[in-house]
């Protein structure tokens, strides 16, 4: 007798027989046009677009080969739907779907329907498979008078809590399968607009802001993919962990980047006194670095003497200053407007050399013979170069970090402390605040892009010998029969060669990351509270449309350049026309730790209500007083290790040092240090480096020192406190902070 196990395998396996097929089509598609001999240049663009996009369907092909169908609805008045990764049509008959993606309008009551709204649904039935092998099914019947209600709120409890309940692996999986409604309502909400999703740790927001950018881009393709989602996280840990996700889901296209990597050609990365990026992050610095360009339009003291034709020429101070004035009130950015300034003072030598001369004998043909004449002239350009120098932003900004004297004149409303958390080495690398500034500055410099132009210049040259030369040799070819019309007679090589050009085969992602005046179709911004409001103006410039969604916790917000209030962040760019939707329930965090991060709430004193946690695991947290606080520690994560999952150490950044050593030498393949590997068993990390992040066990290391480290120490306590899945210790010298005293001691 067939089981219903064995009924589901049956199916699952015609789809992946058809994952196969369209995977061997593709494969043999790709081999044909990468074997194509291209004859002519337009043959040869065609040739790479259908390369690409064999490639692409390839790779999509492969990343939803885990897991590629997981539900079934059965209706009351319908044949059975499947839902998967990907929509499959039977390619015979007339291509009926298969398979629908769980991102199509139809897949919708697989996430919605409950009993009490079924939507037609009679059976809900979530299929577990492992590779390509059926290995359960979970039923939901959803008919009131004879299946049962769904649970709090909460569809598919087995499949979720199977799921909330899997060990960690220290890279972030999708929630495809257990999309909760709540959720459903995040991913699929429209394209337009700016949309804040608040919601405390855990319930989802991370997960949430990737299935919507898949969702976007499967709804609004056409749109999306010509100019790109871009999706910001806190650091590149946290970007490496939550990598996974979208592949998973089909989609490759996405950029995501920390906010470091905003300006193209630098990854700052340099860390930095939180009291810097906090006066680097606040509008107010705009200001600074006006007065940081004019501070290097220059007005000599004593007159610039000149020799010219063996003559002297003076530049006088005012002289200088009316040629700046005048450079200035045409209100150009400081290298657009230097071409100004360069004229006025090459005006100003001519007239003294006229005068020199003669004026009256001169034409006004020798004037600008005279004029050109001193515009070449090197001693000329030396002078305008050190008087209106052609800055770029990152030397305008190299330039004022390593000099006390310009950092005075930019900022002279700071205390010579703060100014002394600016200085810095030359060659001392960037740090992630100083991205915004970087773009702010190319803003206020205008665009120095010489060398793009000859860059640029170069590569159409390259272009059209190249062309010059396919056309030669059809012309050759064609030479046989002068009767027919040739590639020749249409076009010629200026125009081939644009052609060429113009069809760029990177992906939207590529090229806005190298691309500073890149829009993007849709921004989302995880930890959205992080971030600083000069970080903001940035995104705010990526994005002119306002697609935005904005995924963060207002309860968590550590960086003291960040915000606590989403009006703060929005109410420059767009008022109060935003849209704020909550998410409610907590899936990570088990109630009994839960209990604790409560109460650390109510001591924030916020107005949020904390997320209700959807499990419980009757394993309380523990706290264990100590005088050796790297040891103790070090010991204790050698035995969480010893279970099965994840565990981190989390630490204030003062002990991060001492505890990471202590660990490495209990463990030897623990993660310590910058960008930690948390694919390993153990990682010791900052409390701040955890944000974002989940394990299966949390030992958090002397939670009074994360609290007395910051302004926002108490939010961070938070944050350490909700990223266990399965258990949380506390290791403690100093007395416990008042939210956790009531933690019961280590047996
Ligand atoms: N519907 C769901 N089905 C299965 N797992 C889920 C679901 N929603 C959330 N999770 C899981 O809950 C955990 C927390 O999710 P996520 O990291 O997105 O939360 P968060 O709100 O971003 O947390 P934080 O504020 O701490 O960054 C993850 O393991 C995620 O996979």
């Known amino acids: 007798m067939s089981t219903e196990i064995d009924v589901e395998q049956e199916y699952v396996s015609m789809l992946y027989a058809r994952l196969d097929g369209l995977r061997a089509d593709a494969d043999r598609r790709l081999a044909q046009a990468l074997a194509e001999k291209s004859s002519s240049t337009t043959a ?127 890279r972030m999986s999708d929630i495809v399968e257990t999309i909760q409604a709540e959720q459903d309502d995040i991913i699929r909400s429209g394209l337009t607009g700016v949309l804040v999703v608040q919601g405390g740790p855990g319930t989802g927001k991370t997960a949430v802001a990737l299935h919507r950018a898949a969702y976007l881009l499967y709804t609004h393709r056409e749109k999306l993919s010509r100019r790109g989602v871009l999706v910001i996280g806190p650091n590149q840990t946290f970007l490496k962990y939550i990598g996974q996700v979208l592949p998973s889901l089909g989609e490759t296209g996405v950029l995501l980047q920390t906010v470091g990597e905003l300006y193209p050609g630098v990854r700052a990365t340099r860390a930095e006194h939180p009291r810097a990026a906090l006066i680097k992050g606040r509008l107010d610095v705009i200001d600074a670095l006006k007065r940081a360009v004019r501070d290097r339009q220059v007005v000599p003291e004593e007159p610039v003497v000149l020799i010219f034709e063996r003559e002297e020429l ?132 205008g665009v120095d892009d010489r060398l793009a132009r000859a860059r640029r210049a170069a590569e159409e040259r390259d272009a059209r010998d190249y062309a010059q030369g396919v056309l030669d040799i059809l012309q050759m070819q064609d030479d046989a029969d002068p009767d027919i019309l040739t590639a020749y007679d249409l076009i010629d090589a200026h125009r081939l060669a644009q052609r060429t050009e113009e069809e760029d085969h990177r992906t939207a992602a590529e090229r806005a990351a190298a691309d500073r005046s890149w829009t993007f179709g849709h921004v989302i911004v995880d930890e959205a509270q992080e971030l600083s409001a000069m970080a903001w103006r940035v995104l705010m410039r990526r994005c002119p449309s306002r697609s935005l969604t904005l995924v963060g916790d207002v309860a968590q917000t550590g960086d003291l350049a960040g915000s606590t209030r989403w009006e703060d962040i929005l109410g420059p760019y767009v008022e109060d026309r935003w849209r704020l939707t909550e998410l409610t329930v907590n899936y990570r965090t088990p109630a009994e730790i839960a209990e604790f991060a409560t109460e650390v709430l109510a001591e924030l004193g916020t107005s949020l209500a904390p997320p209700a946690p959807v499990r419980e695991t009757g394993v309380l947290p523990w706290a264990q007083r100590t005088t050796s606080l790297a040891e103790t520690a070090a010991q204790l994560a050698k035995e969480e290790a010893t279970a099965p999952g994840t565990v981190a150490v989390l630490v204030p950044e003062s002990l991060v040092d001492e505890v990471g050593a202590a660990v490495k030498s209990a463990v030897p393949d623990a993660a310590v240090g910058e960008h930690p590997e948390l694919e390993s068993k153990v990682a010791v990390l900052t409390v701040r480096e955890a944000k974002g992040l989940e394990f299966d066990s949390v030992l958090l290391v002397e939670p009074a020192a994360v609290v007395a480290a910051s302004p926002r120490g108490l939010n961070d306590l938070y944050v350490a406190l909700t990223r266990a899945t399965q258990r949380l210790g506390v290791v403690h010298a100093e007395e416990l902070p008042p939210a956790l005293r009531a933690m019961a001691a280590r047996a």
Not at 82 to 94: A, F, N
Not at 361 to 380: K, M, N, W
């Open 44 to 170: 040869m663009t065609e040739r790479d677009a259908e390369t690409a996009h064999h490639s692409a369907a390839l790779a999509q092909y492969s990343s939803v080969e885990n897991g590629l169908c997981f539900g079934r609805l059965d209706f009351t008045d319908a044949g059975p739907r499947y839902i998967g990764r990907i929509g499959l049509y039977d390619e015979r008959g007339d291509y009926e779907p298969l398979l629908m993606d769980w991102r199509a309008p139809a897949a919708r009551p697989f996430y919605l329907a409950t009993a009490a709204n079924p939507e037609g649904v009679r059976r809900r039935r979530h299929i577990r498979t492992s590779r390509r092998r059926v290995t359960g099914v979970d039923d939901e019947v959803l008919d009131l008078a004879t299946g049962k209600d769904v649970h709090d709120g909460v569809t598919g409890e087995a499949a979720l809590l199977s799921a909330l309940n899997a060990t960690r692996t220290g």
């Open 314 to 445: 003076v530049l006088d101070g005012p002289t200088v200053r009316a040629a700046a004035d005048r450079a200035r009130r045409s209100r150009k950015p400081h290298n657009e407007a230097r071409p100004i300034f360069a004229a006025e003072v090459v005006a100003a030598l001519a007239r003294q050399e006229a005068d020199r001369l003669g004026a009256e004998f001169l034409e006004e043909g020798d004037l600008a013979d005279i004029r050109r004449e001193l515009a070449d002239d090197d001693d000329v350009q030396e002078a305008i170069e050190r008087l209106w120098p052609q800055l770029t932003p990152r030397h305008l900004l190299a330039d004022l970090y390593t000099s006390a004297e310009r950092l005075a004149v930019a900022f002279p409303d700071l205390t010579d402390d703060e100014r002394a958390l600016l200085l810095r080495a030359p060659g001392d690398g960037w740090s992630p605040a100083d991205a915004p500034l970087l773009d702010e500055a190319a803003e206020l410099l």
